[in-house]
């Protein structure tokens, strides 16, 4: 989201909480007023109360922290391999051209298929969600990396080589704050990616964590707990996305991208 | 031109060619040959699967696909166009897009079952309706307002301004989140599958899997891989086809 976006956000923030506050009107009123059938949904208050209850309880806390941690484990693999494949493949023209065909075939290989080979070899322990996890957010940042590593200017690059820069301090100095932006861009869709595969491999595989809790709460026909805990979920979602940016803002600081001086 | 294809298929051949030979004599039970499973492949999907397995799963995806691109095109256009409709729907939209799509299947689950082909579409569409809705929000709103105004003032009609300027000025946000959108298609399309155990070619995998079926289970996540190949490239040549307008602008502004 860029800065004219978050700008127009600030500009109405009553608007926004006067939507917000619309919908969960709606939620609460289709089903008092019959609309919709409360046991398929549960008016707002219903989910809002069991949601209290649920903050009460060790066991969500310690589902949270698994799904937390598995998420975090599995990002922050995904991001120390995909950037040193990535200089390393983009810093060499020849392993650029000859891999860019396989990276091309691999990427969109939807990780959810491999789902059925990670059950069989790790069960429903977190093994499983965090092969899935690092696959699924490795090749998001892979590829941002390889374009910023791309995108380096020839000239400061040649500029570089004629003062004899070692290969460290050309990577330090000249490829790492042309690409940071990418690699930034890369940790954000990464983080987000890593958080569907990682609830997702809890809903469907039943390794622990709030995508389980979810999964057993449906099944075992707790409705107003089951929509409680997508509630935490999109929450949670929305703290990944959030934290993402201001991430995204410290690290560019620098960057004429969020510097507003200029 | 031979040289390109073979840097490009040199790659993939030699890991293809790796993969043969580590894996000839191989007995591990997870890992087999992969002339086994070449093998496997003709005998696995014949004609019954792939009419009643392969293409009911891809008919759900595109139907699922085409109404998240319809009702995401149609949203995106009228929340970028009001400054506040935005307002209204900014943290609401920021809430449902935070929620990971597969956990939108239990819920759907609750309403009807999960048995239906209806169920699987309504996952897919929604799954893939916010990156399309919130880019074609974004890209309405970046829009040059000198085109607008210019629109304005030749006195363009409403449909025309928005075919030929709103519309045409942010399909390649519009198109950068279709492209979002359909891997997140694919995705959704296998896991409403896994759960409603029915047909379908994410359930087939499923059904080796549990059925120690390992090399039939390879081919299926072999084709499933081939299908995310074969979409993302036809995506690509009607992005190719239809963006072919802003491709020659951009090169335009590079030559400048």
Redesign the interface.
Known sequence: ??S??LR??L??PA??????A??VTVVEALPRLGLVDS???PPATDMIRELGDQLLLPEFWVAAGQTVSGWAVGLAIAMAAGIVVGVVIGGVPFLR??????I???R??????????V???HGSRPESALVLVVYAAFWQVLVQVLYGVADVDPVVRDTARSYRFSRWTTVRTVVWPTAMPYVVTGFRLAA?VA??LE??AE??IGVPGL?RS??V??SSGA?TQ??AL?VV??????A??ASARFVERRALRWHTSVRRDL | MTRRALVGLGLPVVLIALWWFLSAGSTSFFWPPLSAIVAAFPRTWTADPILHDVLPSIARLTAGYLIALAVGVAAGTAIGSYRTLRALCEPVLEFLRAIPPPVLIPVIALFAGYTGATTKIVTIALGCLWPILLNTVEGVRSLDEVLRDTARSYRLGRLTTLRQVVLRGSSPRIAAGARQALSIGVILMVISELFGADRGLGAAVVQFQRGFAIPQMWTGIILLGLLGVALSGLFRLVEHRTLAWYRGLRQAEREV
């Open positions: 989201m860029t004219v976006a127009g956000r500009a109405h608007l926004g909480v006067f939507g917000l619309l919908l046991r398929f949904l051209a000859v891999t860019a065909s396989t091309e075939f691999l969109p290989i939807p990780s959810v298929a491999l789902i059925p080979l059950v069989l070899i987000s958080l569907i609830i997702t809903l469907i995508g979810i999964g709460a449906q409705v089951t929509y997508v979920v999109g929450l949670l979602g929305v990944v996305n």
